[in-house]
């Protein structure tokens, strides 16, 4: 057995667990939900001794953890899958436990086997995927075959044969006599195993209650359907009870299902379905939950759907592409000269009223600049356009010079060096010149 009274811890000026109280008792599952942030995982290590409340107490079978000698063959705990040595084994990892315990070898064996892990046993654990951990950790729990077990957030990393696997295992412990407290945030999965709740928020309880107390405070209405709808809906009404239909069925409220079923006999009508129907542990957790919540997103719909919030003078308010960066859009959207003159946009931006000449050169045109070059060109058009060389002439000076004949290279306009050679600076002169006078 569990119990928790007035359980208070504090970080600095952080109040993890405030006040809280409650217990668990033999032979049911028992789960513990909260928000993020509302002191599940504090409490949990406070049962264990891992965390010194700053006041009240928290038992186990009416000790102190610290107080109980061997704690594994009374208190099983799982709180985090990758707090292990991850150079052990799976089997040398549970042998050490298993030793500070007393605990024989053959458990271990034993253990591995119930969990799924014999044929992983000899495997490093540091190369166990998160499913395969969680197994683990479970093994841990289950060494000593204690009547108390904590297991806070078991399901996680686990396929769809594990998390069945897990809640047998739960169910069964339970069934067994044991004491079984599960923190989960997978409220489908608590409705499933769990018999009671314990819902606590920023450190305080705000519900325990078993599963069935929440179906009958949060009960909806009972869903019925009949060949003879309208004559149903008539005598319930009749009853005091209100009939909504919905989907070819009625939504019933004001009477629940014994009550209606018996109605319906005694006017010879009759029921093809009767489902009472309450809200879901999801709806009743968010529900009790909503003013506790630390971390609250502040808009969860998809962009699609949120308002248009940009003024009116954006050009991206009614045209998506303009916000968009051009990488983002498609090529052919980007490629505007492949389409047909007719079709492309107008340029939006106004004419440059300077003339030409007044632009920088390097922004005008290259058509700009050869028209200006013609300008300044002083002979006639027809001079220019006509060139009188024979075509031959013209064809051998655009060879380069060295292709050329000798004699049609044009000749050396520079003047002839008067000087003698050896008037000049040494460093001016030629090497085959400096060569012939070493020579001599």
């Known amino acids: 057995m569990i119990e928790v009274r007035q359980l208070t811890k504090r970080y600095r000026s952080t109040r993890a667990v405030d006040g809280l109280t409650f217990e668990v008792k033999p032979g049911y599952v028992a789960g513990f939900l909260g928000?993020?942030?509302?002191?599940?995982?504090?409490?949990?290590?406070a049962i264990l001794g891992l965390d010194r409340p700053t006041s009240g107490e928290a038992l186990v079978d009416g000790r102190r953890y610290a107080d109980i000698r061997r704690p594994m063959h009374h208190v099983g705990a799982l709180?985090?899958?990758?707090?292990?040595?991850?150079?052990?084994?799976?089997?040398d990892h549970l042998r050490v436990l298993a030793r500070s315990n007393g605990i024989k070898d053959r458990r271990v064996v034993a253990t591995l086997e119930q969990v799924g892990l014999a044929s992983a046993a000899e495997q490093r654990v540091g190369s166990l995927s998160l499913g395969m951990k969680q197994r683990l950790g479970v093994a841990a729990a289950l060494l000593g075959d204690p009547g108390v077990l904590l297991f806070d957030e078991p399901v996680n990393g686990l396929d769809p044969e594990g998390i069945?696997?897990?809640?047998h295992l739960m169910r069964g412990l339970a069934r067994e006599g044991r004491t079984v407290l599960v923190s989960s945030h997978l409220m489908s999965e608590m409705a499933l195993t769990a018999d009671r709740v314990i819902v606590i928020g920023r450190g305080k309880l705000i519900l325990e209650a078993s599963m069935r107390d929440l179906e009958e405070r949060f009960k909806k209405d009972v869903l019925v359907r009949s060949p003879v709808q309208d004559a149903l809906a008539a005598v319930l009404h009749a009853a005091g009870a209100t009939a909504r239909p919905e989907d070819s069925a009625l939504l019933v409220q004001g009477l629940d299902a014994p009550g209606i079923?018996?109605?319906?006999?005694?006017?010879?009508?009759?029921?093809?379905?009767?489902?009472p129907r309450s809200a879901s542990l999801e709806d009743v957790y968010l529900e009790l939950t909503d003013d506790s919540l630390e971390y609250r997103t502040t808009d969860s719909r998809p962009d699609s759907r949120r308002p248009n919030t940009r003024p009116a003078s954006d050009p991206a308010a009614s045209d998506p592409a303009a916000s968009d960066p051009a990488g983002s859009r498609p090529a052919d959207s980007r490629l505007a000269d492949s389409r047909p003159a007719d079709s492309r946009p107008a340029d939006p931006r106004p004419a440059d009223p300077r003339p030409t000449e007044s632009r920088p050169a390097e922004c005008r045109t290259a058509d700009s600049r050869r028209a200006d070059s013609r300008a300044a060109d002083p002979r006639p058009a027809e001079s220019r356009r006509a060139d009188p060389r024979p075509?031959?002439?013209?064809?051998?000076?655009?060879r380069p010079a060295e292709s050329r004949p000798a004699d049609s290279r044009p000749a050396d306009a520079r003047p002839a060096d008067s000087s003698p050679a050896d008037s000049s600076p040494a460093e001016f002169?030629?090497?085959n010149s400096r060569a012939s006078e070493a020579n001599r």
């Open 35 to 45: 928000p993020n942030g509302a002191g599940k995982s504090t409490t949990m290590r």
């Open 261 to 275: 079923a018996d109605l319906a006999a005694r006017h010879h009508i009759p029921i093809h379905e009767l489902t």
């Open 391 to 398: 075509a031959e002439s013209r064809r051998a000076e655009s």
């Open 164 to 167: 069945r696997w897990i809640r």
């Open 79 to 91: 709180l985090d899958a990758g707090a292990v040595h991850g150079g052990r084994s799976a089997y």
């Open 429 to 431: 002169r030629s090497a």
